[in-house]
């Protein structure tokens, strides 16, 4: 009989946080900042939404916002917002890149006075804008 070795890093999430690639992170600035959501509408290809689905449940949102300006970020939050209630494969819950980009916009004091109210006609998630309670405390 072996005995193994603890090691309490495995357990560390943030230790194997892998940053949001750019290419992806791109393609979602371009789709956000180019889509129609005065009108509620989000085009996008079936390839488009595969390809994006991996990062909404990506830990990584608040380190990539950081390089992005307030206005892409907002585009973002707007553009997941309705993604994930237009999308089965968006469906995040409190693990929304919309909570973390709105943490984002808190911390730079630059969160529009109307945008809270969107989010939240906008969306069935109870998570949205605000994330978990839970990994607030």
Do not use: C, Y
């Not at 005065?38 to 689905?53: H, K, R, V």
């Not at 449940?57 to 917002?81: E, K, N, Y």
């Not at 819950?93 to 989010?119: F, H, Y």
């Amino acid at each position: 009989m072996s005995v193994d070795t603890f090691d309490p890093s495995q357990f560390n999430t943030s230790a194997k946080k892998k940053p949001i690639a750019a290419d992806l992170l791109a393609l979602a600035v371009e789709l956000a900042g180019s889509a129609a959501l005065d009108e509620i509408e989000i085009a996008l290809s079936q390839d488009q939404i595969n390809a994006l689905a991996p990062l909404l449940l990506h830990p990584g949102w608040q380190d990539a916002a950081v390089d992005l300006d307030d206005a892409a970020i907002v585009s973002l939050v707007r553009f997941f917002t309705l993604g994930e209630m237009r999308h089965q494969a968006w469906k995040a819950e409190a693990k929304s890149p919309v909570v973390a980009l709105v943490r984002v916009l808190k911390k730079r004091k630059a969160v529009p006075v109307d945008l809270v109210a969107w989010i939240k006609a906008n969306t069935t998630n109870r998570f949205l804008p605000h994330g978990d309670l839970m990994d607030l405390l």
